[in-house]
C-alpha cells in the first residue's frame, strides 16, 4: 500500500473553523505537528492499515466524533450497542446530529470502521482523537464557503500528548495534529506505520 506524507504549511489552517478548508472544525492548545496522507481513496485501502497503525501508536482508546445524518442514525446506534461501543450526543436534532463514541480496542475499531469511512467520504464530518475525549460544540465564526457566520462548531481541544485524526472530503486523505513525539518528523511518522505500507514524501507548496 503507497501512501504520500507531508506537513502541511501554517498558511493552509488555522484555530477557526473553515468551510470547505482545512478545517471544517475549530481547535485549541498546542499542535506543532500536523500533516496529510494522501495517495489513496479510503474505502479501497488496505481494511489492515488504520487498525495497525493505531496499534502501533497505542492509541486506544479511541474517542470518534462524527456528524450523523438522521437517515443514518439508526444504523450508527444499532453498530454501537451491538459492538458495546458507548456513544453520547453532543447535538441531537432532525436532520445531522454530532455523536462522540468511545472505541475501546481494535475489535471494535474493525467493526465500526466502514461505518465512518461512509460518513467521512459523503462529506460528514469524521475525526478521533486518541486516549482523550477532546471534542465540543460551540459558536464559532466560520471562513471559507461560510465566511464570517457564526454558528456551531465541533472545536477540539488538543491536550497534551494528544493526536487527532481527520478523514478528508470524499476520503482521499486523512489529516493529524499532533503533539506526540513520535509524529515529530517524517522519519519518525513512517516507522509508526505497518510494515507494508510504502510511504513517499509530499510536498505541500
Given amino acids: 500500500m503507497e501512501i504520500e506524507v507531508g506537513y502541511l504549511p501554517k498558511r493552509y489552517y488555522d484555530l477557526n473553523p473553515d468551510a470547505g478548508g482545512f478545517f471544517p472544525f475549530a481547535f485549541e ?20 492499515f488504520l487498525p495497525c497503525w493505531m496499534r502501533n501508536i497505542k492509541a486506544f482508546p479511541l474517542y ?14 444499532h453498530i454501537c450497542n451491538k459492538f458495546n461501543i458507548s456513544y ?51 459558536q464559532r465564526e466560520w471562513k471559507g464557503n461560510w465566511e464570517g457566520m457564526v454558528t456551531e462548531a465541533v472545536v477540539v481541544k488538543v491536550e497534551a500528548d494528544t493526536s487527532i485524526f481527520w478523514i478528508g472530503y470524499d476520503g482521499d486523505n486523512i489529516a493529524v495534529i499532533s503533539n506526540q513525539p513520535h ?10 506505520f505497518p510494515e507494508f505500507v510504502v510511504p513517499k514524501l509530499c510536498e505541500y507548496e
Fill in 183 to 192: 509524529f515529530s518528523t517524517y522519519e519518525k511518522i513512517i516507522r509508526t
Fill in 64 to 77: 470518534f466524533c462524527a456528524e450523523v445524518p438522521s437517515y443514518y442514525k439508526e444504523d450508527y446506534e
Fill in 29 to 48: 492548545g498546542t499542535a506543532p505537528y500536523v500533516f496529510a496522507m494522501d495517495g489513496f481513496y479510503l474505502p479501497e485501502c488496505d481494511e489492515n
Fill in 88 to 138: 453520547r450526543y453532543l447535538t441531537d436534532n432532525q436532520e445531522n446530529s454530532v455523536s462522540v463514541a468511545k472505541v475501546q480496542n481494535e475489535k471494535q475499531f474493525r467493526e465500526v470502521f466502514p461505518f465512518y469511512i461512509t460518513l467521512g467520504s459523503g462529506n460528514d464530518l469524521v475525526l478521533w482523537s486518541t486516549i482523550k475525549d477532546v471534542f465540543s460544540v460551540e
